[in-house]
């Protein structure tokens, strides 16, 4: 099992920047990568970001790209998701993922090939 915890999360002005953590805890030498979703009341769930273990590849959606990083904290069991140029549409619950599987580039932004899920964190851009 793995645990996963975000913090970060807030209320910020478009055009503004916010940072997320996640740490993961418990069977980390399981993980192969680690990621973001997030979900907008009344939306479906969408793909943010996600960064593999072994490789340190790194994968984003279209809607972040250029505006938002994900990186590892060095070899600890964090994952940051560094978020610039905010716009309203990105206010979201926003989750941690991991997952145990070498994902491609294509599975990699399906949510079903996540095996734990944090309970998020809330962010909220202002117009």
């Known amino acids: 099992q793995v645990q996963l915890a975000e913090s970060g999360g807030g209320l910020v002005q478009a055009g503004g920047s916010l940072g997320l953590s996640c740490s993961a805890s418990?069977?980390?030498?399981?993980?192969?990568?680690m990621g973001w979703f997030r979900q907008a009341p009344g939306k479906e769930r969408e793909f943010v970001a996600a960064l593999s273990w072994t490789g340190g590849s790194t994968y984003y959606a279209d809607s972040v790209k250029g505006r938002f990083t994900i990186s590892r904290d060095g070899t600890k069991n964090v994952v940051r998701l560094r978020m610039n140029s905010l716009k309203p549409e990105d206010t979201a619950l926003y989750y941690c993922?991991?997952?145990?599987?070498?994902?491609?580039?294509?599975?990699?932004?399906?949510?079903?090939?996540?095996?734990?899920w944090g309970p998020g964190t809330q962010v909220t851009v202002s117009a």
């Open positions: 993922v991991s997952t145990r599987w070498a994902l491609n580039s294509i599975a990699v932004s399906t949510a079903r090939h996540y095996d734990y």
């Open positions: 418990g069977r980390t030498s399981s993980i192969y990568a």
